[in-house]
């Protein structure tokens, strides 16, 4: 049977859009939870300006009372985040991601810099990584809509997913950031990166703002990518671009695939006790860790 990897990005892309601050201790809950779910990859914070996004702060902590247990990742911008990344305390198997846009507009919003700027900068993140055994992940935003600049031309961003493929990384997510494509304009972008990059190395991001999430999902999977990020609860959105609460739901994802006779290796009972305590932390909430 097929089998589809998901990615989850609660801990990360969901909880950095929550307006509160929420403690480590439920932080590592939380992913322990995830963990216990069977999601074989989990984001569990970054290593950005804690100016910028208050709620990643502390993620080192975080990690240093994480488990072995699934693969866990983190957002490191520069060599400032990996240097961060490359002293916390850890057990058992880590990746990094590096995130670039496909449009001036966000990068200079998310990252304070131009497209170009946000590759130089994450070419030494990526030969560091890689020297040192830590697989690299890579994160195109904005890949049919931006919140600056409107719809973005698929050729735009194939040319970003190749050079930031070029650099090294082993796979590209495909950040359909604000939740304003349908599955069409989905379908013709991955068209456009297709031609340069094989479905093996893609995956899919997609916020669930405009209710199109699951059918995007469905596009991609009939185009053949075959990785995923969902966060449970539905969690997050981005600081950066306003209107972008809610990347889609771990458990609809979850649910259309074990519909359509794919494989998780997610069991979705355990999943549902996650998204309880996303939708305690949504709400600001203390989570329950009984
Ligand atoms: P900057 O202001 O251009 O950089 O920020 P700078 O080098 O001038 O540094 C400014 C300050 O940040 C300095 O501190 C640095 O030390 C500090 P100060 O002197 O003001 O006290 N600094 C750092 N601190 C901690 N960790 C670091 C770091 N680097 C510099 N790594 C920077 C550049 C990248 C830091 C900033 O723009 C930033 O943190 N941006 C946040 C980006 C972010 O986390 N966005 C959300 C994640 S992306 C996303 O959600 C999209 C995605 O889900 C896919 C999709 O949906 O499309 C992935
Ligand atoms: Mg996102």
């Known amino acids: 049977m097929d089998f589809v990897t998901l990615h989850e990005v609660g801990p990360r892309d969901g909880l950095q859009n929550e307006p509160g601050v929420i403690s480590t201790a439920d932080r590592v809950e939380f992913v322990r939870a995830l963990a216990e779910a069977g999601l074989p990859h989990i984001e569990v914070g970054s290593f950005v300006s804690p100016k910028w996004v208050p709620q990643m702060a502390g993620t080192d902590e975080v990690m240093a009372k ?9 957002l490191v911008p520069n060599m400032r985040g990996w240097e961060g990344f490359a002293a916390a305390e850890r057990r058992g198997d880590y990746a990094i991601a590096v995130f670039v846009a ?17 590759l130089e900068r994450a070419a030494p993140v990526i030969a560091a990584a890689e020297a040192a055994g830590v697989p690299v992940r890579g994160y195109v935003s904005c890949v049919t809509d931006c919140p600056y600049e409107g ?26 950031t604000i939740g304003k ?12 990166v297709l031609n340069v990059v094989p479905a093996a190395q893609l995956a899919g991001h997609f916020h669930d703002t405009g209710g199109r999430a699951l059918d995007n999902i469905k596009v991609a ?15 997050g959105g981005c600081p950066y671009a306003p209107g972008a609460p809610g990347n889609v739901a771990t458990e609809a994802v979850v649910a259309l695939l074990h519909a359509q ?30």
């Open 66 to 74: 994480l488990e072995a247990g699934p693969v866990y990742e983190v």
């Open 102 to 118: 496909a449009t001036e507009g966000f990068s200079r919003a998310n990252l304070n810099c131009t497209v170009a700027e946000s």
């Open 221 to 235: 999977l009939e185009k053949g990518l075959r990785v995923f990020d969902a966060a449970v609860g539905g969690l």
């Open 151 to 176: 719809r973005v031309a698929p050729g735009q961003v194939a040319r970003v997913v190749r050079d930031l493929k070029d650099l090294g990384v082993r796979e590209v997510s495909l950040g359909e």
């Open 261 to 290: 006779g794919f494989e998780t290796g997610v069991d979705a009972a355990k999943l549902a006790k996650a998204a309880g305590m996303a939708r305690a932390m949504r709400g600001g909430g203390h989570v329950d860790q009984g």
């Open 181 to 192: 494509g349908d599955p069409e304009r989905v379908g013709t972008m991955l068209d456009a």
